[in-house]
């Protein structure tokens, strides 16, 4: 068995090391048994931010049994014959301390910079200044979300049943629904069965199923597309008059 004085070059020891300000600071870190306890304390203070002449360590077993207080900077960690599972206490000494006050655990200690409309509205470079300046440049891309009652009012004399025209493409068939699609987007559509194979499905739309029409019939429109009235089948075979 090695003796106090006498370490193997490659040794090292897994230590669990907790903090008497951080309550919540805990963390598995292997050392080198050839570190002096000062090197020791630089490490620790690069994890937990007490600084090096602030700290005392203390040593416990895996039973939580003290064995001592690493007191002496010039020993290496050896000396102290810390086994694996072992653990290290820091102590800061330091009242005035950055771990000090509970602040690194409760945020809601720190005192929170804050500043007025009217002093925010007078800065710029600001994110509120680059979005004004986008939303003017875009416009359409920063339009508000549209409500779950977009163009209601437009459905109102179009019933199921109806004969219509859609543009663009003058193209004519039969209402087939009326109402929301929340699979195309919010607000209200119109369902329509093709006199022709013009549409893009059979009534189901992305797994959901608004209407039944022969497939490549169906298209769901918004209502602004859509006028109803008396419009006939067109005969297939009629021509312009030469």
Request: hydrophobic share 30%; charged share 30%; proline share 5%.
């Amino acid at each position: 068995m090695a003796s106090r004085l006498q370490i193997e070059g490659d040794a090292s020891v897994l230590l669990r090391v907790t903090h008497s300000n951080i309550k919540s600071f805990a963390a598995d870190i292997r050392f080198s048994l050839q570190m002096s306890v000062e090197a020791v304390k630089e490490k620790l203070w690069k994890k937990c931010g007490t600084s090096v002449n602030s700290m005392r360590l203390e040593l416990y077993d895996d039973c939580k049994n003290k064995l001592c207080d690493l007191s002496d900077d010039s020993r290496p960690l050896g000396f102290y014959s810390p086994l694996d599972g072992f653990r290290i206490h820091i102590i800061d000494l330091d009242p005035s301390s950055v771990t000090s006050g509970g602040w690194l655990e409760d945020t809601s200690l720190v005192e929170k910079y804050s500043i007025s409309e009217d002093e925010y509205n007078k800065r710029s470079g600001t994110f509120r200044k680059f979005k004004e300046q986008m939303a003017s440049q875009n416009p359409s891309a920063f339009r508000n979300k549209m409500s779950d009652d977009y163009m209601e009012d437009l459905c109102a004399n179009i019933k199921v049943g109806d004969r219509c025209e859609v543009d663009p493409g003058e193209k004519r068939g039969i209402v087939k629904y009326v109402g929301r699609a929340e699979a195309l987007g919010p607000g209200f559509w119109i369902g329509i069965q093709y006199d022709e194979p013009l549409g893009k499905h059979d009534g189901m739309v992305k797994g959901t199923r608004y209407f039944q029409s022969p497939p490549l019939c169906g298209a769901m429109v918004r209502p602004d597309k859509v006028k109803v009235g008396d419009y006939p089948e067109r005969d297939p075979f009629e021509e312009d008059e030469i």
